[in-house]
Nanobody, 135 residues
Framework: QLQLVESGGGLAQPGGSLRLSCVVS????????IGWFRQAPEKEREGISC????????LYADSVKGRFTISRDNVKNTVYLQMNNLKPEDTAVYYC????????????????????????????WGHGTQVTVSS
């Protein structure tokens, strides 16, 4: 059964840091793009970062560029989101999601990185972890 579980959320002060983790199971992580999304109260869920199946490429939304860093360790089946210089507007529920990356070749892990921040490209979602930034 394919599963994603987020952790690492909590309360941080403005200017502080948190590191979120997303542990994946039930599938080969190196076949999937992983994205981080967030949803603030009464707002649409927005994509903030995503990383290619082997971790070689990443995208960031303008709102987090230069402050957040995405990384992954496929041996540990874990994707991370390091969040620095947090702002009150970063307060939201944070979700990780997995989208199957189509084979490109020639090797098995040469796959497309085209999901971007389109929610429909990600078929599998975690339940989220709350991040609150407040003094």
């Amino acid at each position: 059964q394919l599963q994603l579980v987020e952790s690492g959320g909590g309360l941080a002060q403005p200017g502080g840091s948190l590191r979120l983790s997303c542990v994946v199971s039930g599938f080969r992580p190196d076949y999937y793009t992983i994205g981080w999304f967030r949803q603030a109260p009464e707002k649409e869920r927005e994509g903030i970062s995503c990383i290619s199946n082997t971790g070689g490429r990443a995208l960031y939304a303008d709102s987090v560029k230069g402050r957040f860093t995405i990384s992954r360790d496929n041996v540990k089946n874990t994707v991370y989101l390091q969040m620095n210089n947090l702002k009150p507007e970063d307060t939201a529920v944070y979700y990780c999601a997995a989208g199957y990356a189509d084979y490109v070749g020639p090797t098995d892990t040469d796959r497309k990185f085209s999901h971007g921040f389109s929610r429909s490209e990600y078929a599998h979602w975690g339940h989220g972890t709350q991040v609150t930034v407040s003094s």
